[in-house]
Each structure stands twice: as structure tokens, then as C-alpha cells.
């Protein structure tokens, strides 16, 4: 116990130089967070993404529409438990630089395929009964201060003009991984509008949304569905959900992979901050350390001290920093535009990455100093004057 | 009385520029147990070179030391530490003591390699510390303690682990008259009370009187030995 | 007096190890804030470099990107009909009718992507003259047949001459590659308007490019549109500022995110050159004693301590720009959010960015240099010779 304390008056012997290493330390695995948190937001999809989903839609890309009519094809194959779909809307809500999800949806099923949007049984029913209701999700509700009964207006692009919408449900997330920036409405009511002014883009919808029976047979029903409308006009690539959205994803892939290169520089510059700070406080102490070795230490003791020492160092950094990632990663989901990452956590593992980052950093960094350390013969390292 | 220190034809040397600088010249020197020997010389003769030998912190190029029968040449570098801990304490010029630890943490420290529990250590410590005469400094930390006191600290540190040699390298080059006369009681009582082997290397006449043993040394060349008592 | 500039040189020269591990801190945070700089320049200049000044387009008002906007066949007559439009040698209006879809086409690295197919007319390749056919030859009218921008040769499977592509319930034969001077055109593929509209069996547009004599035509146009009931749903728009435009929420977002990482970057490098710099006056206090016994100035002292700081944070500056140069020769493709397809481009480097980059080195060096510079002025000449 006696020599912890040793290490641990060494790691604080010059306060200045130590304080000013753990706050670079600091800074440094706060932002490790922040740029993790950012590439886990991204992922987010996929991250929620149900193991008992497909995703169906048209082969070409996700912008050509299904016929609503595939509905019940695919409802009728056995493997199937619960069909819903979704229906692009886009359109501008106050201006062009609001980047929430809108869209037409199915509003019989959708909360069935989707039990992660939780909405108490009499809005439900609410938002049901009403032709041109709409639900959204909490946090949205949040974002623009909207409450049940308030009215959106929405200046539709690829379905022009004016739409209003009466909020009549507010889902709930299940939990921290699930979107709640969404907004669903019905697409009985688009289809019917859309009727009047072009008849030949009626009855189109989206992409398909299927629950299965068994999570394990997807590959399996995935064929059998895309098989049911081979050589037709609008053929379909159905995939787990997770796929889909890894398929997004991996369009930003390039992004990605900056972040994560520079998370690596991140800790690059942790390892020398640290470095640089336990090379010169071994090079002062190069005579203390002969004299230790006099005293009948051995290289597994000087070891121990300057590894110890750097340890304390970066574990002292590690843990400010991680204090601080929490409110900067509130603040950054503040600046950033609305809806950009509807799922913004700091996860877990970007913790625990974050922290043992900064034990290897703290062992690397008390290599070099070691090895002079080592090196040192005992008479010259007592001659050694600063 | 038995051979504590056989030093047998010692021949040292280090490369400077490729050039082999001779230090210590075939030097040969037998220490009795409990002798107080004084080394001098003038700076450059090779006298800390020959102590470092004797303290195995530094290594003879050719020759052979014995210290209480064990060859310490030939002992491997963690052998050599663990040996220094048992049998050689050691007095510095300047102390040496590590500023962040105590008195008392600084006496402690070579007992950390020992296997003795804590209430044993505290012993040894407190033991030592009072011999020294500085029982009541012991919560103090260096910067808090006189240039004499530091040094009575340091052979503390010298003497906690009971080794059978103490090798001191100047321990009043650094002190005034006073602090360096009370030093010098002090190692002559460790010598004649305890029994101790002493060896020292010293500038200082005044200091070389109270030793039993004087030998000079001139460019790496042992003197023939003249009795001073 | 002056302290002469071979005292602090050698200083920097005489630490070594220390000095070493510092510039290399502030070359990696340089590094990553040239990078930043420079990845936001290239979207923007390959957007900025789609259009051109010289040309408008028109678009459905509300719509977000090209694939939302959706002109009839009534509207787009109508607007074919402006007397703004340029004429070309035979008279024709220089303007063309695009329809823009996204495909899905594997990648070469694997995966699938977002690609977009732009239906041309016959004025596309006068009015936008960047294009260029480098290999292959040009899609024949009223064939099913598609040239690819090289950015899809490049990065995508079955995208070479000769390969087929199947979408629309047809096979398109590839023919030709273009070469759009790194514009968003590179990651595009074009073909036949009238036979992609068929095959999709659409009769819309999703927007209208034309040539004008004169850019400032621009304005009468849009209060043209504005005032017309059956044009005012449409909005046109200089076409080099409708591709900037989609390059915004792009930038914008490497630009948040980039600030906010070299903002607490360069807290840490002058954090380390702070350290660093400490360490160099606490070594050297004796020095400083002595030159201060010798007659130098308090103001002399903090300046060779500041200059020796700003040295290395400038020699660290010019290793990151030197290095972050070598990404000039990168291109990445990601998806731009404005316009949902995969877009390429490369890091730029422009002599602002140069300058900016040297002057937040620079900067660091002077921040992180300045309290250890300080604490060097004031010590007390006695004091510092006495710590030896």
C-alpha cells in the first residue's frame, strides 16, 4: 500500500504540469465521446432495426413507388404475421431546414408492426377515427411545442400543395433507441387528394414494413416475397430491416470512417500529451531513481512507479473527461439542426472504449521514459544533475 | 577478526571517444569486518569509482570482489539489487532522500524489500530514527529539515535494514563544520557501537582522522597503506 | 537589448525528445483542422462547379431536391416559351427538360447505393459544356442506351462500356463515360429523356435548365414567376446557386462538426506547448538568471520564451499542412443529404485555408507559450541563481 502512495505523490509532485496533463487528457477523451456518440447516432437505424422485420420495396431504388394492391399478397403468405407500409411524403413543415421524417402510413397496423411506438389506447382510437389526423413522436412534439389537437401545415413537393394535419397522438419511445421525431398520417387521406389532381400516381405506397413469425426465416421469406412479383412492372428486393438501414448507412460510409480515423488521432494525441509529461518528469527524476536502485529496487519496481504514475495520470483525465462528455454531448445535440440525429446517447461501450483506451494510453506512454529509466546506469544516474 | 572486503586486482575502465581511460590500476585492498576505512585522493584518482566496485553499483572490467565470501562481479544485475539490499547501506553527499516522502516514509523505504510486516518495519524505523538522535522529526519532509539533519536521515535509511557494510560516498562535502563533526560521531558510534564496516570516501582531512584506516589513492593507483592511529 | 534568434533556435534544438513530441501534437491537430477545412471546400466546390452562372433552373418551389420536383408537360411549355431563354444557331431555346431518378447499383466495395439518372434533351450537352465524352461514344436518341460520370465508372460494379443495366423493366447498355470537371455530374449517369419518361412511364419533369445572355436576367425572372399564377409553384433559381444550395446541410454538418473537434483540439495542443513550455523555463531558470544578470530586459526574456513557443507551434503548422496537402489526392463519396444520392469529391486546398491553417498554429503557440513566458520574466535574478 505504501508504494501506491509513493506513486501516487509522484503523479502530483509538480501540480501545474499534472493538472494541465489530466485536463488535456480530458479534453482530449471528451471529444473521443463526442465523435463516437456522433458515429453511434448514425447507426442508430440500424441499431433499432427489428430482428422479426422486412423492408419491401421497389428494386429499382426506395423513390419508385408499390402498388398498394402487394398488400395482400404478401398478408396471405403463411410465414407472415403483420403487413404495414409507409409512404413518403416529404414537403416543407416552417421551413426547408426542418429534417424530420413525414409520412403516410397505414394507420390499422402500423402501431402492430411497430410496438415500439407506444401510444395509450385512446389515442390510438383517436388518431384512427379521424381522416386527416396524424400522430408523432415525443420528442418532436417536444421540439416544436406541439400537443394533441394543434394543426400542421405542410407545403407538399412531390404531393403539391397545401396539407394540414390535426395532431390527435403523441407516441412514446420504448426506450432510448427508438426515433421518436417522426410524424405518420393517413394514407387513405394522401391517396384520395392525390386521385383528384393525378390519377395515374394513385394508389401507390412506399415500402412495405413485414412482420414475420419467425425472425430466423427471413432469407427464406424474403425470396418467397420478392418471387411473388418477379417480371411484374414494379418488382420488389425485400430485406431484414437491419440491412436496410445498413444500406443507408453504408451511402455515408466515407463519414464514418473521417470520424473514426480521427478518434484514433484523438488518442494519438492523448498518448503524447501523456508522454511528453512522463519523459520529463522521469528525466528530472533520473537521479531518484538511482538511488532507489542503490537502495536494492529492481527494474520491476521502477516499472511499476513510472507505469503506475502515468496510469493515475491518464486515469484522472479519463474520468474528467468522461464527466464532461455528458453535458458536451447535450449541448452539441442542441447545435446541431433539429432532427438531423433523432437518437442522440452516449452509448455504453463508447464509455468503456473511452476508458480502456486511456489505461493502454497510459501504460504506452511510460515505455519510453522506462527504458531510459532502465538504461541508466546507476553511477551515471547519480551524477545526473537536472 | 574475518575478511568483511577483498577487492582482488581491480582493473576499471571506460571508453571516452574510443579511447580507453584507465581509472582504477590493478587495485587490491582487503577490508577487515568491522573496520572504518577512509579512501582519499584527489578528484579523478578513481576513489568513488572503487567505492561504487566495493558497493556493487558498478562493475570491475577485470578482477575480482569479494564481500563476505560472495564474488559480487559475477552476480546477475537482480541478484546484485536484491544483495544490495541486505548487506550494503548507502550515505550520498547530497542525501539523496525523496522529497515527497517523510522521515519516516524515507527510512522505510528499503524495508519495503524486505519481508517484514508493518508493525516490524515501524520497529526498525523508529529504531533507526532514534539512533540518528531524530526520533521527533519523523513526520517532516526533507525540504522541512536542516542539511545535517537530512544527512542523519539519509544514514537512517543507510541502517534500517541492519546491513553489515556502509559505504558513504563525501557525507560532509555538503555540510558546515558543526553538522559535518556530529555526522562523523555518528558513523564512528555505528562503527564501534554496532560493529559496522565502514567505508568512505572524503576530501576532507578532518573526517579521515576519525577513521580507523586511511588509504590514498592517485591516478587509479592504490598508495602503500600508513597507519594513522 | 535583444536576445539574439540562435539562443532560442538552439534552445529548441538542445530538448530534443520533448520539443519533438510537441510538434508533432500541433502538426496532428493542424492536421485534422486543414482537413476539416478542406473536406468542407471540396463538397462545396463540386457543387459550386455543377452549375453554371450562365444558366437558370427552374424547380417546383417546395420542393427540397431535384427528385422531389416535378414540372408537367403544360407548365414546362409554357416556361420553354420565355423570351429570357438564349437561341442557339438554329433558333432552338438553349434549354433542357431533365428527369431525375435514383437507382440502386452495387458498389464496388461492396453494398448498394443511391445513384441518380438524369433524362436529358438535346441542349444539355451546349448549355452545360463542362461535360466531356472521355471514352466510348455519346447515347444515340431514341435508343435505351446510358453514359456514366467517371466517378461511377470508378466506384461501382458493371458500370463499364458494354455493361448492361437493368431498371424500368428494360436493359440500358452503357455506352460512353463523361467527364464533368469533377462537378456532381461525375457521379451521374445520363441518358435519353424521352426514352427514360417512357420507360418510367411518366410524363413529368422534375426540372428545367436554360441558358440566359445575361445573369442579372435572373431577378425579373423570379418576380416574373411570382406574379404568374401558373408559374408561381415554380421558383428559378441561378443554377450554380441550386447546387450550392444542396451542398449546405453537407457542409454544414462538416463544418459544426469540425469546429467543435478543433476547438477542443487546439485546447489540447496549447495545453501540451503550455507544458512543454513550463518545463523549458523551469530547466532553464539558472539561464535566465544569468542573461537577466547580464542585462537583459524582462520584456526580452518573455519574448525568446514566446518566440521559441510560436517556432514550434509554426514548425508543427507547416508538418500538418504539409501533410493534410497529401489529401488533396483523396476523393471520398458520400451520400449528400440535399440531393439523397452518393456524390464524390475531393479535398481542396485554397490559399485562405493555407493561411488559416498557419495563423491557428500560430495562435496556439502564442497562447500556450504566453504563462510559462511570463513566469520566466518575473523571476527574481537572485532567486534564479540561487536554484541551481
Redesign the interface.
Known sequence: MKILKLIFKNALRHK??AF??I??IA??V??FG??QT?VTAWNAGVEAAAADRLITRQ??????PLPYAYKDQISKLPEVKNVTFFNWF???YID?NQ?FARMACDPETLFDVYPEFVVTPAEREAFLKERNSCVIGADLAKMYKLKVGDIMEL????Y?GQWQFVVRAIYQPRDKTVDATGMYFHWQYLDERIRQVSP?RAGNIGWFAVQIKDARQSAAVSERIDALFQNS?A?T?TETERAFQ???V??????IT??NV?SF??I??IM??L???M??SARERTREYAVLKTLGFTGGHLSAFVAGESLIISFLGAGLGLAIVYPVVAM?SI???KG?FPVFNLAPSTVILAASSAILVGVLASI?PLRRALKTRIVDGLRFI? | MPTAISVENVYKSYMRDKLEVPVLNNVSLTIQEGEFIALMGPSGSGKTTLLNIIAGIDRPTRGRVLVQGTDIATLSEATLAKWRSRHVGFIFQFYNLIPVLTAYENVELPLMLTPLNKAQRKDQVERALAMVGLADRMKHYPKQLSGGQEQRVAIARAIASDPDILVADEPTGDLDKRSADDIMTLLERLNQELGKTIVMVTHDPAAAERAGTVRHLEKGDLLPEEKMR | MKIPFSYIARNFIARR??TS??V??VA??V??FA?VLM?SYGVQKTLVSTGSANNVIIS?K???SE????IDRETANNILTLPAISRGADGKPLATTDAV????IG?K?G????VTVRGVSRQAFTIREQIKLTEGRMFTWGARELVVGGAIRDRFKGANIGDKVK???DMWTIVGVIDGEHSAFDSEIWGDIDQLLQA??RSDFSTITFRVDDPAVLSQLKTQFASDPRLN?FEPESERRYYEKQSE?LS???N??GI??TI??S???M??A???M??AVA?RTVEIGTLRALGFQRFSIMMAFLIESMLIALVGGALGLFLASFLQFVS????NFGS?S?LQFSFSLSPIIIILTILFAVVMGLVGGFLPSFRAARLQIVNALRSA
Open positions: 501545474l504540469r494541465l496533463t485536463v488535456g479534453i482530449a471528451m471529444a463526442l465523435l456522433v428494386a429499382v431504388s426506395f423513390i419508385f416529404g414537403g416543407v426547408k429534417f407545403e407538399g413537393d412531390i403539391p395515374e412492372r418488382e428486393k445498413q444500406g443507408f453504408a451511402s455515408s460510409g466515407a463519414i473521417s470520424l480521427m488521432v484523438i494519438g494525441i503524447l500529451v508522454g511528453n509529461t519523459i520529463m452539441f447545435l446541431v439542426p438531423w519510453i537536472g | 525528445l520533448t513530441i510537441t508533432t501534437g496532428l491537430v492536421f485534422v482537413a473536406m417546383r417546395s420542393a427540397t427528385i422531389s420536383s416535378i431518378v435514383i437507382i440502386n458498389k466495395t453494398g448498394i447505393s443511391n431498371f424500368a423493366g418510367f412511364n409553384q446541410a454544414m454538418f462538416i459544426i462538426l467543435f473537434i477542443i483540439f485546447v489540447g495542443a495545453i501540451g503550455m507544458i512543454t513550463y518545463a530547466n471520398l463519396s458520400t451520400l439523397f452518393e
